[in-house]
């Protein structure tokens, strides 16, 4: 049986940052992967950026951003539902995260204007996250890591209390002195996510790797390990209904809604699309598609809307008259134009700014639509479906604030999990955007080092 220092679950960025530190601290390292190689790297190569704390500019991010202002911002977005003391971990570790990306091949870009304004916040990569697993997976091949592809873990066993060794699907066994559990979340475990959400969950699209069905996490949580973060939650943004079923990533997603009307099936309205701009708004969209029968919902926009959002990835239904769209979307024409009419005689005449809050608002119209609100009146009309498109789930193994993983009867003494394996800590419900990365950086640093502390 083989046997190694550290034996590392998982083939994505918290992966590759424990993999990084335990064998630059001088331990014997391998990663198993259970995506084939072309498909290495998890969600975290559909990455574009990671949240960073600085005191004043820091390479390519502008200005200051403080440990308070973030764990402000965290606050907002979770509702108050963190570990402060992991939270704060995160938030503290990641000024020094940024100089040891880059050390370790990470290049970063200035922040991509239109969508997001995020250059003070956020370091977005160049090349994506793809480029960044790819750099790290050439660090950890450089340091003598041995790298496992299509090598799915199903066992890892925790007799007397310990980590001994990991068993693949295949039933090759492998020991380990300490173990890093970096295998992500269960969203692609639809049978889960349907135990979870009900019937609903049929209806979801998974954003990421198709490859985290959560194998390991049950594995703990059948032999005791304790949880954190409720199934229910997860990250979940409103997307292009005619995204693949996996692994559609970034470019699926749709920022017409704050210049629509949004319908449902029935081709009534259901919340204000005005309510903020979108960066603030997207992530609470998808759980309000969810809630709609059937789990869809149409954006409808006319002729005056065209270039004011980044085009989506298929092109929008198209036709010259409501009815005509809606019978392209299979929607009752009459009711459409019903809502549509209604909408219009509530809209106001007053001064369009779109990218700002421009309190364009409906009157006597429930729900309002309280900003960008003018009448839907010039075609040609489009439509884009909408569906819930899930990021990544919650339920995660609770740890320490060193990354160790909690059993039945305290911590275990060689056992650490990292990013959304453990997340949910921190997110217990919300998100804020780039913090993904943040957390899987810091925690399998974090992991990384201290598994190979205990290994040596
Ligand atoms: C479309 C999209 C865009 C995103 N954009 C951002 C962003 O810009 N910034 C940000 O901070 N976050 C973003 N996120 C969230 C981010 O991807 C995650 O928070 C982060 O990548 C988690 O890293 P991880 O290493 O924990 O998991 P992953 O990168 O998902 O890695 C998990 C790994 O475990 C492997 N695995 C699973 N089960 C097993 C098993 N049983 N045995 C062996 N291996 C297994 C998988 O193959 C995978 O390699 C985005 C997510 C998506 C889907």
Redesign the pocket.
Known sequence: MARYDVVI????????CAAIEAAEAGARVII????PKH?????????????CMHHGPLSVLTDTYDEDEYFDDLLRVTKGQTDPVLARRAIRDSEACLPWMEAHGVIFQGSLSGTLSLDRT?AFFLGG?KALVNAYYACAEDLGVTIRYG????HVDLSEGRFHAVTLADGTQIEGRAAVL????FQADLDWLTRAWGREAANFLI???P??????LRNLLDQGAQSVGDPTQC?CVAIDGRAPKFD???VTRLDCVPYALVVNRDAQRFYDEGEDVWPKRYAIWGRLVAAQPDQIAYAITDQKAQGLFMPPVFAPVKADTLAGLAQALGLPAAALEATVAQYNAACQPGPFTPGALDGLATDGLAPPKTNWARPLDTPPYYGYMLRPGV??TYLGLRVSERAQVQGAHGPLPNVWA????M?GSILGQGYL????????TVF?RIAGQEAATHAR
């Open positions: 679950v998982g083939g994505g960025n918290a992966a590759l198993l992967e259970s995506a498909m290495r790297g998890g969600n975290s190569r559909h990455t574009r950026n990671f949240r956020n996250g090598a799915e873990v199903v970096a295998s992500g979340g954003r990421g790797t490859y985290n069905r959560g194998v390991v990250h559609g990533g970034i990021t990544f990292a990013g959304e394996m997340a955007a780039g913090f993904g990365m943040t957390i899987g399998g």
